[in-house]
């Protein structure tokens, strides 16, 4: 059974499919922006509301959950209550989120906004690029797959490094970055909202919320090795929300939010090369390529730590997000490899599962653990867990059985031909 609903493209004007396909990408962009809006401002929550490293990375875990639901539950819903209906309220949950944070002076009050904004994120994910997908031109071809899988790194690039330019320079430093996303989410609402529908509504709304996770018999050779990198590097994004924040100005000492902002990036960032990259490769080897590079920026990141250095920990923090992109846009491809539009939805919930619960998991015992250990400590830590998925995967990285498809999009993903929609779930989105 397909999970597409049906696409109006015929009865539409080209003008206003180009509407719909700018709004919707500007959409994904701005909800994206609004997640990674309140990192550079942790400093701020530590040394004038007395935040924890417990307490942050408790919000780290909050906004991971909110995702999960969301992606699991609410990720087919745009199919059976259209498009427009289901971008909009995924813009409202952000918004609703982003107002909470503009009265943050208790750890309650930042770990609900967290959760609102995971739950807008993950329903943005599923609704907005299949928004994207329904709307784009169909020349050039690989036009849908970058501005849905891209859309998401762009939002998350952007979203820090302004949010901290915004609060070392601007005034009401609090305050000014969430009043910029507010603007920009109700731009964004009011530009869907005049963009046409294009996917037919049809029943079955109640039976969509039941998560389907099912991963094809073909494939799940290919488990094992993906789980390592997916576990691997997802951690560590979150180790970058909950840690790098405090690690900055301990150990790197700087306060300045913008450089914290330019950290985060660095990470987010090179995933982008991931695709173009680990594409030239088989799925096994690029894993392993990838692995290696993210390990080799783990070991210069810990050392910059060590030597408080903090040019070497930008530097290694790039070369550890250019290798996580390889790594995980090469296991995702391999999972896809071979699969027909109705186990995609399926295939896709298990590795959003595995990424958002093993990066909740880990933050929640990191964050038990940071009142024991230093952070440099549990940063030694998640060193550790990069050898030990490095090596698995250098050992237990498997291609797919049977031939290997010739053509793929530019972000690097096995295609079918004539299936253009599933290029939106193409990229999971960052913690």
């Known amino acids: 059974m397909q999970d597409v ?77 259209g498009r427009r209906v289901t971008s909009i309220a995924s813009l409202g949950v952000l918004l609703l989120g982003c107002l909470l944070l503009l009265n943050v002076h208790d750890i309650g009050t930042l770990w609900a906004s967290r959760l609102l904004m995971g739950v807008g994120t993950g329903l943005a994910s599923s609704s907005l690029t299949s928004y994207i997908v329904d709307a784009a031109p169909s020349r050039p071809q690989w036009l849908a797959s970058v501005a849905s899988s891209q859309g998401p790194m762009l939002g998350l690039t952007v979203g820090a490094i302004a949010s901290g330019a915004l609060v070392q320079f601007g005034p009401w430093p609090r305050d000014l970055i969430y009043l910029v996303c507010v603007g920009f989410l109700m731009v964004s609402t009011a530009l869907i909202a005049i963009s046409p529908e294009t996917a037919t509504p049809k029943p079955g709304a109640w039976r969509s919320l039941l998560p389907r996770i099912r991963v094809p018999a073909r494939v799940r050779h290919l488990l094992p090795a993906a789980t390592a990198v997916f576990l691997a590097t997802w951690s560590t994004g979150a180790f970058y929300q909950a840690f790098v924040p405090a690690l900055v100005e301990d150990q790197l000492h700087t306060r300045s939010p ?34 290696i590079t993210f390990l080799a920026g783990m070991i210069g990141i810990i050392t910059a730590v060590t030597m ?23 296991a995702i491809r391999g ?8 186990d995609r939805a399926p295939i896709f919930s298990a590795v959003y599962l595995i990424c958002y619960s093993g990066a909740a998991f880990l933050s929640f015992i990191s964050g038990q653990l940071s009142n024991i250990f230093s952070l440099p400590q549990i940063a030694l830590g998640y060193g550790g867990l990069a050898i030990a998925a490095t090596v698995f995967t250098l050992v237990g990285a498997r291609n797919p059985h049977g031939d290997w498809p010739s053509t793929t999009l530019c972000d690097g993903s096995p295609t079918l031909a004539g299936d253009r929609r599933w290029a939106s779930s193409t990229r999971a989105p960052r913690p």
């Open 258 to 291: 913008l450089i914290l902002g330019l950290v985060f990036a660095a990470y987010m960032a090179p995933g982008v090369l991931g695709a173009p990259i680990g594409g030239r490769f088989t799925p096994a080897v690029a894993q392993r390529v990838g692995m």
């Open 5 to 81: 609903a049906p696409v109006i493209r015929e009865a539409l004007p080209d003008r206003m499919l180009r509407l719909a396909f700018v709004s919707a990408l500007l959409s994904l962009v701005a909800s994206f922006v609004t997640t990674a809006a309140p990192i550079p401002l942790f400093n701020v929550y530590r040394a004038e509301d007395g935040f924890t490293n417990t307490g942050i990375s408790m919000a780290v875990v909050a906004n991971s959950v909110g995702t999960i639901a969301a992606l699991l539950v609410l990720g087919q819903l745009s199919n059976h209550l």
């Open 308 to 330: 408080g250095k903090l040019t070497l920990f930008i530097i290694a923090t790039i070369v550890a997000g250019a290798g996580q992109g390889v790594a995980i846009s090469a």
């Open 335 to 342: 999972l896809l490899h071979g699969s027909t539009l109705a």
